[in-house]
């Protein structure tokens, strides 16, 4: 496993700071120890000072003051009631006690001091003037002793020096006559201390709030305030008083110093609490004891300094130092071994990765075995060639599982040849076969060799590869040799410089030369002689430049008999472009060669006449053409049909019309000029083409020539025969591009017209009315799909009786959709279908429709008559009455009369017979007829007496001119009367103004219909026309 | 000018500039203990400070003779003096002046001097011959000259008793209370601070010059002498309660206010001083508990 150095250098770093967390607190342990220690023996000093002061004051009260006659002079002085006496009083007992109070001053007491029994005070021994203040008030001790009537002692601030005082109860009997105070000043304590412990510098320093409640004003003066703590002041440093402490050194001026700079100092003071502080002082450690002090109602009222040079403190400092160092040494030399350690196991690590890096990227298998045969590794190659998965195979035996000696047949573990030899200490190498996982067997080739490790052999190391590639190239190169040798064309193979090398069996075969008399010689052996140099120039330029050559070659075999072989000549390169050999591949085409020349003459020439047949003329043709094009000449295609010729071969036998055929053909072929071709195309049929022609009379000369060389008689044998020929003639160029089988078409449809007008001549092809006729199929075509598309429509136009306002009816009038062109009338169209068969059923269609859409309309309360037209081809189809009367079948509801159609006076006239019949077989159908533009036809009246028409409708051109044209007014009056007299009805076409229909009405013709009534329309608005026309009806009648 | 109009700008600035103060070494009177000569003179001396921008320095001594010395000797700016010593002083060092005297309880700037007695040990003054007398000090007013003066009235000297010096009046006073001296010689204000130890007053002498602030002239210019003057003059506490509250911490001697004086005044000492030859006492160790 990688141990992260990081996380070495963590756990160090932490260890190194656990193990200095632990000396530093060890160290703070012991200095807090020693402090303890040091903070209780300046506590211990100071209650020693102040005790000994104690006692001496308990023995100078009991035995100075504490007696009977000097409580008489202080009872005598506080109750007499003579001012002078209580004097004189107070004066003796200060006479009295002052040997007392100098002894005292010796052993260093400041104050002897009686306090009265109203707690005022009654005598000073130092400052006697001053008396009589109350005590009570400012002097808790007092008020204490007093209060309790015991003796007290404690530290309190005065009125001038601070210090420790002892105060007795004074008590006569059981009178309390007051108390005695006896104080000393901190100087006395501060020496007394000092005689303890001379190492020890004490000072002290006093509460500001203390001092400043009893000293008097001109007294604070003499204060300084403390640097450890501003609320802390230092009595009299400059020593203006007889009594003051000892002023700090400068030592402890300096280390003060140092600690006002520590907030914990001022932090410890404020809370009252002893604490020692360590401070540095030219190199050496001091040590700073605060010991708190106490005044009676137990507030801190000062401070006791002791300052001293602390060696322990250095000491221990020292020795924390030394053992963090120690310690961290240690440590860093752990770490140090640590990191080698590491080093060295990544080094070995990344060697091992090294190692497996290699064995993995190894291109072979390779295994190791005990002395066993059992496998203790297989690099991933190995796996992969033999197909296990990591740890799948180890701990097998390598023989049985993989191991396939002996084509696989079952070898015995102790028969396996690289174990044998591998435990005899042996190496093993050479091929063998083993077995996949997956079943299949590879070859390998392998090498095995003894495996010792200190001296011991434990196995071996096998190291194989799968050569199944090679194997197979092997195969391969084999099968190429069996190729070479077995192939059935001729192979040879030169060197760089073209000198043969190997030629096989089948060059042996075709050349007649063997190996041994053809190596070292140069391919030109063989040559024939046939080719020339330049032929050979190209040959080998190209096999230079594309490495390749293929063609037929005419060489020469060892016999001298020539022979055309087939030949891939392939110039072998090496991977760097290197020229290594030529390879030529050869084949004897010589009689293929011949058999396809035989084919190519059949396929285009006629076997007879030795004419190019159809095939060749028309590539001729197409060659012809091109020509034609860039020399803007043209070409002339004649269509030769000999007229009657069936009757010589039935007369004659084939043979003589083959012989005639024959002759005539030279004929033709005489004519040809450079250039042209003759063709025979089938039996009679023969083509000529004329290229270069500068005019088409060019071309109709020689057609004229044509026709007088096949006119001439032929002799054949005895026979002396004769025969025409019709040409049809056709150019190029056209208007329109054509190919060459249009050409032969054109040429072959104007020898038809030719035969048909009179044969023995030549017809030229009419290009433009070819052209006619196939734009009338492609109308044709068009119209038909606009039927099959339901592209037509039904237009309708009303009748209009004007007389009476009734409409009569309305004609249906066909209009064509066009899907470009929008709705097309009849006109535009109607032309190409005249004649046609599409007309027809164009009609019946328009019949079936109008007869449908009255039935529509008959649905709907519309119920109006509707005329169709009908041309002349359909009226006079033969079933034409049975097409109606089906038609009228399907519609049974409409009432008689509401169909009818309308012919032209030519249609009737074309079959008049038939045509009468219709009508009248269409009478008893109930369908009238009639004749539509009547007057412009031949309108004969015997015919008008024939045709039973029951309506006449009179052209339009009549109506549009009879205002202006007084003939055609008088030719309409007279039709008009005519009507009349055949008793038929009449309606006018083209009515398209009001003057128009009142001269109508003027003349007896009431039904009209045009544009000035309405135009035609879809057969969905003709309701709503109706409707408005009927309005429009009632308010002009209104 | 213009820079003329400046000057007194310019000296009020170097005048109250506090870089520029002057500390005036001030010698009280050595016939206290030094606690109370801190207590009762210290706050007078801070008021002077607050209101002049000087710094003072006690220099405490035991002796008028040493004040006297350090006086000449330009040691000494200022001194707290009797009417005899500053007499005694002027006749050596002509360039002392007196600044301001300070008023007696009783508003007057004089005050007088008594024989004391304690009294158990009263006695007439006649018959102190062959007693034990105490003195303050040979230049003490009310030292060898008052009580000789006192004693001559009563018909009998102190050439016919044992008189000592002891120093401080209230020394004098006590060490009669305690019987060490029949009788004692001092101020009377002074003397009368332990009538409650029954000490008494058998003679008085007649009104003299209180006690003065005097300055050495060669070290203390006149403007600092006339500002000096002026502020212990303006102290009014008789007539104004804030000075009043002003002087409480000031010394008994000092707080009833000053006036100024001039050395003519002291007329009634020189005369005093006619015809007594004040003995010099050979110098002996100071007192302890002093």
Redesign the interface.
């Known amino acids: 496993m990688k141990i992260d150095r990081r996380l070495v250098l963590f756990a160090f770093l932490l260890t190194e700071a656990l193990v200095v967390l632990f000396m530093y607190g060890d160290w703070r342990d012991k200095l807090a120890m020693h402090y303890e220690r040091q903070g209780i023996a300046l506590d211990t000093a100071y209650r020693a000072a102040v005790n000994s002061f104690g006692l001496a004051s308990q023995a100078y009260f009991s035995e100075a003051v504490a007696r009977p006659e000097i409580l008489r002079l202080f009872r005598h002085g506080q109750q007499a009631e003579d001012e002078r006496e209580r004097a004189l009083a107070r004066g003796r007992l200060y006479r009295r006690l002052w040997p007392t109070y100098e002894r005292l001053r010796d052993g260093g007491l400041r104050q002897l001091h009686f306090h009265s029994a109203r707690g005022e005070s009654y005598l000073r021994f130092f400052s006697p003037e001053y008396y009589g203040d109350d005590l009570l008030a400012t002097q808790p001790l007092v008020r204490h002793v007093h209060a309790t009537r015991k003796a007290m002692s404690g530290f309190d601030t005065g009125r001038s020096l601070s210090g420790f005082r002892y105060l007795y109860p004074l008590v006569e009997g059981d009178e309390f006559l007051g108390s005695v105070e006896m104080s000393i000043p901190f100087r006395h304590i501060q020496k007394a201390m000092q005689r303890l412990d001379e190492s020890q510098e004490y000072q002290l320093i006093l509460r500001r709030e203390a001092v400043e409640n009893k000293v008097p004003p001109g007294f604070l003066a003499l204060y300084e305030s403390s640097c450890l703590h501003p609320d802390y002041l230092l009595e009299d440093t400059g020593l203006q008083l007889p009594d003051s402490p000892i002023p700090p050194s400068d030592q402890a001026r300096t280390i003060g110093d140092q600690l006002a700079n520590r907030p914990e100092v001022r932090a410890i003071m404020d809370r009252g609490e002893r604490q020692v502080f360590s401070a540095d002082l030219a190199g050496a450690t001091w040590s700073v004891t605060l010991l708190p002090i106490a005044d009676p109602a137990g507030e801190v009222a000062a401070y006791v300094l002791a300052y001293a040079p602390d060696p322990l403190a250095q000491v221990l400092q020292r020795d924390f130092v030394t053992a963090t160092l120690a310690a961290s040494l240690l440590l860093g030399a752990i770490l140090v071994l640590l990191c080698r350690v590491l080093s060295s196991r990544e080094a070995l690590r990344a060697e091992r990765a090294y190692q497996q890096a290699i064995t993995d990227t190894m291109g072979e298998g390779l295994y190791a075995q005990d002395r066993e045969g059992r496998l203790t590794f297989i690099n991933p190659t190995g796996r992969q060639l033999l197909g296990y998965e990591p740890q799948e195979a180890l701990g097998e035996c390598a023989h049985a599982l993989f191991h396939r000696h002996a084509a696989n047949e079952y070898t015995p573990p102790s028969d396996c040849p690289i174990q044998h030899r591998v435990n005899a200490g042996q190496a093993y190498e050479g091929e063998e076969v083993f077995k996949r996982n997956d079943g299949h067997l590879i070859p390998v080739e392998l090498a095995s060799r003894p495996l010792y490790q200190e001296g011991l052999l434990v196995g071996s190391v096998t190291l194989f590869r799968d050569i199944s590639e090679r194997k197979r190239a092997e195969e391969r190169l084999q099968l190429a040799a069996s190729v070479f040798t077995s192939a059935h064309e001729g192979i040879m193979i030169t060197d760089p410089e073209g000198h043969l090398l190997m030629v096989n069996e089948a060059f042996t075969r075709i050349t007649g030369y063997s190996q041994d008399e053809v190596a070292g010689h140069n391919p030109n052996l063989l040559s024939s002689g046939r080719h020339d140099r330049a032929f050979y120039r190209l040959l080998w330029e190209q096999l230079r430049t594309e490495g390749y050559w293929r063609g037929e070659l005419w060489n020469r075999r060892k016999n001298g008999e020539l022979y055309l072989q087939l030949s891939t000549i392939s110039a072998v390169r090496d991977e760097a472009g290197n020229l290594l050999h030529f390879v030529g591949l050869f084949a004897d085409i010589t009689e293929m060669k011949e058999h396809q020349e035989k084919l190519d003459f059949l396929a285009h020439y006629d076997a007879l006449t030795e004419l190019p047949n159809r095939v060749l003329l028309l590539d001729r043709l197409n060659q012809a053409m091109k020509l034609a094009d860039r020399e803007q000449r043209w070409v002339g295609v004649l269509y030769v049909d000999l007229d009657e010729f069936k009757g010589i071969n039935e007369t004659y036998g084939r043979e003589v019309g083959d012989q005639m055929l024959l002759a005539l053909a030279k004929r033709l072929a005489e004519i040809r000029r450079a250039g042209d071709t003759v063709s025979r195309l089938s039996g009679d049929e023969f083509a000529v083409v004329f290229v270069s022609l500068k005019t088409e009379s060019e071309c109709l000369q020689l057609a004229q020539r044509v026709l007088q060389a096949l006119s001439r008689p032929v002799r054949i044998g005895n026979l002396l025969l004769e025969t025409t020929a019709s040409v049809g003639i056709t150019y190029y160029p056209q208007g329109e591009e054509v190919d060459a089988d249009q050409l032969l078409r054109q040429a072959d449809q104007a020898m038809y017209q030719a035969k048909l007008v009179g044969k023995s001549r030549y017809h030229v092809f009419d290009a433009a009315g070819d052209r006619q006729l196939r734009d009338q199929h492609e109308s044709l075509g068009r119209l038909e799909r606009a039927l099959a598309r339901g592209e037509f429509v039904l237009y309708y136009q009303p009748k209009v009786n004007l007389r009476t306002g009734e409409v009569v009816g309305a004609e249906a009038l066909l209009r064509w959709q066009h899907p470009e062109r929008g709705v097309l009338a009849p006109g535009a169209f109607l032309d190409d279908l005249l004649g046609q068969p599409l007309e027809v059923e164009l009609s019946r269609w328009v019949m079936s429709q109008a007869l449908a859409q009255m039935e529509t309309w008959r649905r709907k309360g519309v119920e109006l008559a509707v005329s169709v037209n009908v041309p002349a081809q359909h009226l006079q189809q033969l079933d034409f009455i049975h097409q109606v009367q089906g038609l009228l079948q399907r519609y049974p509801e409409l009432p008689r009369n509401s169909l009818e159609l309308e012919i032209l006076e030519s249609s009737a006239l074309d079959n008049l017979a038939h045509v009468t019949d219709v009508i009248k077989r269409c009478a008893a159908l109930g369908v009238d007829f009639s004749l539509d533009d009547f007057g412009t036809g031949y309108s004969s009246l015997s015919y008008l007496k024939r045709i039973p028409v029951r309506i006449l409708k009179i052209d339009r051109t009549f109506v549009r001119d009879m205002l202006e044209d007084p003939s055609d007014l008088a030719l309409l009056e007279a039709i008009v009367q005519l009507a009349h007299v055949f008793q038929r009805q009449l309606i006018a076409e083209g009515m398209e103004t009001p003057a128009q229909g009142e001269r109508l009405l003027m003349l007896g013709c009431d039904v009209v219909q045009g544009y000035g009534i309405a135009r035609p329309m879809p057969a969905e608005a003709l309701p709503t026309w109706l409707e408005q026309w009927r309005e429009r009806r009632v308010v002009n009648s209104g | 000018m213009r820079w003329c109009a400046l000057l007194p700008v310019l000296c009020a600035l170097l005048a109250s500039n506090p870089l520029l103060a002057q500390t005036l070494r001030f010698a009280p009177l050595p016939m206290q203990?030094?606690?109370?000569v801190?207590?009762?003179?210290?706050?007078m001396l801070?008021y002077l400070e607050e209101r002049l921008g000087v710094t003072f320095t006690?220099d405490?001594n035991t002796s008028y003779s040493e004040i006297l010395h350090n006086f000449a000797a330009g040691e000494l700016d200022l001194a707290y003096l009797g009417p005899l010593p500053y007499v005694e002083l002027r006749d050596q060092f002509p360039a002392v002046s007196p600044l301001v005297v300070f008023r007696e309880p009783d508003g007057e700037a004089k005050y007088t001097c008594s024989v004391v007695m304690?009294?158990?040990d009263r006695q007439p003054l006649r018959e102190l011959a062959g007693q034990a007398l105490a003195l303050t000090q040979p230049l003490s007013t009310c030292g060898y000259l008052a009580t000789e003066s006192l004693l001559r009235h009563a018909g009998v000297s102190l050439e016919q008793a044992r008189y000592r010096y002891l120093g401080r009046h209230?020394e004098v006073a006590?060490a009669v209370?305690?019987?060490e001296f029949r009788a004692g010689g001092l101020k009377t204000t002074i003397a009368r601070?332990?009538?409650?130890?029954?000490?008494v007053q058998i003679s008085e002498t007649e009104p003299l010059p209180a006690f003065a602030l005097v300055a050495n002239t060669t070290t203390v210019p006149p403007e600092l002498r006339t500002r000096l003057t002026e502020a212990l003059v303006a102290v009014q506490p008789r007539d104004n309660p804030e000075d009043a509250r002003l002087v409480r911490?000031w010394g008994e001697s000092l707080r009833h206010g000053a006036q100024a004086v001039e050395d003519a005044d002291y007329e009634p000492v020189r005369r005093l001083r006619r015809g007594v030859q004040i003995p010099v006492p050979v110098p002996r160790p100071r007192q302890?508990?002093g």
Do not use: S
């Open positions: 203990d030094p606690e109370t801190v207590r009762e003179v210290k706050p801070e006690i405490y304690f009294a158990d209230d006590l209370v305690r019987g601070h332990y009538t409650h130890l029954g000490l911490a302890g508990g």
